[in-house]
């Protein structure tokens, strides 16, 4: 015998045991049945409520007795985990028809969690009753639980598409599930339609479900063409706003008031986000949020002016909160409880449909065999009341009663005629000559009250009508077309209950189409107004009211002073440009204000702290930027395509051991460089690229150190720059240090500053 390869055996028991837990996740914990729309969970929790007898017009029971009972005998899981399935079955912002009725506080919209279950108290729901419906008439079937002590239903008979009507959600080994509720009444016209036409197409059950029906409400505002295709595959999404409405206040002024939010969105974290919005200016049209809801959700939103557009405001705030969300589709179920399949609209109602039908035919045999059990004991019945003198001598003077009467010749001349005198058992035998063991039993198990009311031509009555409803059941058993007859009459008695006329049946999503978002400049949205941007050189920025005199002193921090400070108004953008190479984009109404130090440019972008802030320049659409590194690369590069949407900036020039050095706005035909050599070169704007992102070429040539500064000038003008004494010193001819681009240039002239900038 060779060595065994330890590495293949545990791969081999490491993959067979992987593969058995994925297997129990997706069968018994994470997909939904498509035929009752239940996990097992869910399954058994029901179950549970059903053998504690909690029907829904009786008591309430404590919630740690149903979850304690369900997990001892069905679901060997936490405690927490069944009473957590089981208050989300209560929850009506949760679930589109409550299959639990929680007396308690079973948390709320805002998020707030269920109290513990010693506090609070549940039954059954009217739906949840629906669901099991027939459940003791054999008409699903029933498994072994955990233990062995008891068995519990492997599917619930569910009388109507509770999967579709209450949707589901979940995450198994390597799939999951989404699905959405929807409308009752409008399930059942497509299931109506569905038995009516079988072939019928998903496009055309779309005419009976146009789309989800979420129990908070709101609006879906996804296109018709997009819902019909997410149906058909079984895979997408829906958008889904928030509904809202403009509130006159009066003399022009007005708010606009939030009554329903989309589904799956806590109220106070959406109020949170609100706020932050407002805080954070991404929407200065909206000056307010209150939260004014009591049993109704009333949220308003107050405008910045009256002025304002709501239908402009509305639209910013449904890209920058949860106002508006986007509820993913995923269509993936167990198909007859074992094979998990992306199903489409119509392939989930045609598994509810044939899962109706199935318990249809297992009701109607379970009530054969009933009728057939109630026959043979009624034709002994009948014998007994037809010789009732020596039944009752056989009773009271046989040692063994029961063996004498299944003896007893009961002779046909003993009989008296009645209008139906044809006794013949449905069951076989001949009940005129002699009884079967069960009549036998069943006479010996009549009370003796009974004999007072043992008449002859009730007895006829009642197996006449057996006979005639067994004949009807077979007659259904043996007809197709009679089977789904008699589920759409189910169907409907169930739409009668549950429609749209019930309380609480009609649709509460509706549907609209999106307006297009129109792209508002910032200038229309902020009131323009002067201000002064002062930022100092440890990065403090504030914006001071009104444009004030440039060299006035200000107020800064011990150790600090100014660094920038220029004239601007509310609604310019501001581009910072990081010694990383970065631009990051500030808006100028969301500065702090200057009766302080203001705040560090850095909490408001993420600028590493080992970053220099290079330079800070008001946006002007259309201009250009002269951008240069240390090590004397650079580019032109468009402002428009600078523009960053996050803190995180946009990576614009690419510096690699050098930092990033120089950012100059092009105004000219010329660049002038200095390098920290103190050599100076000037040559044509035209030999530098534009780009909008990169390392750059080559500006100038150094044997060792890098540039000091670059800038852009018109030739004609002559370049200029501050010599010691402060005085403005112009060079028109610069012949001597013209030469080409990437050259050493010339020794700057006589004047030029020690810093070697040239502003």
Known sequence: MGPIDTTETLRKAIGDRYLTYALSTIMHRALPDARDGLKPV??????????????PTGGFLKSAKISGDTMGDFHPHGDMAIYDAMARLAQDFNVRYPLVDGQGNFGNIDGDNPAASRYTEAR??????????????????????????????????????????????????????NIPPHNLHELIDACLHLIKTPDARDDTLLNYIPGPDFPTGGVIVEPPENIANAYRTGRGAFRLRAKWEVEDLGRGTWQVVVSEIPYQVQKSKLIEKLAEVIQLKKVPLLADVRDESADDIRIVLEPRAKTVDPEVMMGMLFRNSDLETRFSLNMNVLIDGVTPKVCSLKEVLRAFLDHRREVLARRS??????????????????????HLDRVIDIIRYDDDPKKALMAEDWAKEHVRATSEADYQSPVGGDPEVALTETQAEAILNMRLRSLRRLEEMELVAERDALR????????????????????????????????RDSVGGARRTQFAEAAEVVEVPLEAMIEKEPITVVCSKMGWIRAMTGHIDLARELKFKDGDGPRFIFHAETTDRLLVFGANGRFYTVSAANLPGGRGMGEPLRLMIDLPNEAEIIDILIHKPGAKLLLASAEGNGFIVPENDIIAQTRTGKQVLNVASGAARVCHRVDGDSVAVVGENRKVLVF???????????????????????????????REAGLSWL?????????????????????????????????????
């Open 42 to 55: 869910h399954r058994r929790i029901l179950y549970a409520m059903s053998r504690l007898r909690l029907s």
């Open 124 to 177: 059954m729901t009217a739906a949840a009753e629906a669901l099991l419906e027939g459940l003791s008439e054999d008409s699903v079937d029933f498994r072994d639980n955990y233990d062995g002590r008891l068995t519990e239903p492997s599917v619930l008979p569910a009388t109507f598409p509770n999967l579709l009507a209450n949707g589901s959600s979940g995450i198994a080994v390597g799939m999951a599930t």
């Open 365 to 386: 045999q379970y009530r054969l065999e009933k009728i057939d059990h109630r026959l043979e004991v009624l034709e002994g019945f009948i014998i007994a009341f037809l």
């Open 468 to 499: 005639a409803e067994r004949a009807s059941i077979e007659e259904l058993l043996a007809s197709e077309d009679l089977q789904w007859s008699k589920i759409a009459e189910q169907l409907r008695e169930t739409r009668k209950v549950f429609g």
């Open 684 to 714: 044509p704007l035209d030999e530098l690229p534009e780009m909008g992102r990169g390392k750059g070429v080559r500006l100038q040539k150094y044997k060792d150190g890098g540039m000091s500064d670059a800038t852009t000038f018109t």
């Open 723 to 759: 010599d010691p004494a402060g005085r403005t010193r112009t060079e028109t001819d610069l012949d001597e240090w013209t030469g080409k681009r990437a050259s050493a240039g010339r020794m700057a002239p006589r004047g030029f500053p020690r810093d070697n900038k040239f502003n």
